[in-house]
């Protein structure tokens, strides 16, 4: 296993649009979270499964956002009416629970909404 | 609302003198702290953590400081190398609630010159 991958690493989209996009994290890690990174900032918090229970949801994911992990392996974001607020980099991470202080990121997908 | 934050943006440093990266923090219930290590066209990666527990940790090169009573953690690279040259994000959880849900500073850029 080489790690963490994401797909796309890039998205152009206009607004308006419906994007997914996929994670797959580290195959024996249980909890696997989403992040979302704009420029000159670090990355901030959207959500975090266990296996396939989504946990915690932050404020910043609208009702536009809705992230999946179906069988505790891979996850989908998506973002449905897309806005140009909505360009940044959505980040994935995923960890052991035991582990959960060392998160293993993957590359990310850059969004950028027209 | 900010609640981990590193007031500096960017930081250059001579090849073998030591760097030292700071990182506020204003919520009193963080227990646990992380650095994050970010190349270009990559994911963040771990790179050392500290508990409330303690007040310093030491990996080789890299020692973090943990000060509660000022809400201030500190990073040092001692000696400075180019492969050093990155984005530096300070990070900060809570182990009693969301355990791996974590809120990160803005990022120190550091530049190693030869």
């Known amino acids: 296993d080489t790690g963490v991958s994401q797909d796309p690493r890039h998205k152009i989209t206009k607004r308006g649009q419906n994007v997914t996009f996929r994670c797959d994290p580290i195959s024996e890690h249980n909890r696997l979270y989403w992040y979302r990174q704009t420029l000159g900032q670090g990355p901030e918090f959207l959500t975090y499964f266990q296996n396939e229970a989504q946990l915690e949801k932050s404020r910043l994911l609208s009702d536009r956002f809705s992230a999946e992990r179906p069988k505790g392996s891979f996850s989908t974001l998506e973002i449905q009416r897309t806005e140009q607020g909505d360009s940044a980099m959505y980040l994935c991470a995923s960890s052991l629970m035991a582990a959960s202080y060392e998160q293993y990121f993957g590359p990310g997908t850059r969004l950028t909404v027209t | 609302d900010q609640q981990v934050k590193q007031n500096s943006p960017s930081l250059s440093v001579q090849e073998g003198r030591i760097s030292i990266l700071n990182c506020d923090y204003t919520n009193s219930m963080f227990d646990y702290f992380l650095w994050y290590k970010k190349y270009p066209a990559e994911g963040p990666t771990f790179l050392i953590s500290?508990?409330?527990?303690?007040d310093k940790n030491e990996d080789g090169r890299f020692t973090v400081f943990l000060n509660k009573s000022a809400k201030h953690l500190s990073l040092h690279i001692v000696p400075s190398q180019p492969g050093d040259s990155a984005v530096y994000f300070c990070?900060?959880?809570?182990?009693?609630?969301?355990?791996?849900?974590?809120?990160f500073g803005a990022g120190t850029q550091v530049v190693v010159t030869p």
């Open positions: 500290i508990s409330s527990i303690k």
């Open positions: 990070a900060a959880s809570m182990t009693t609630d969301s355990w791996g849900k974590f809120q």
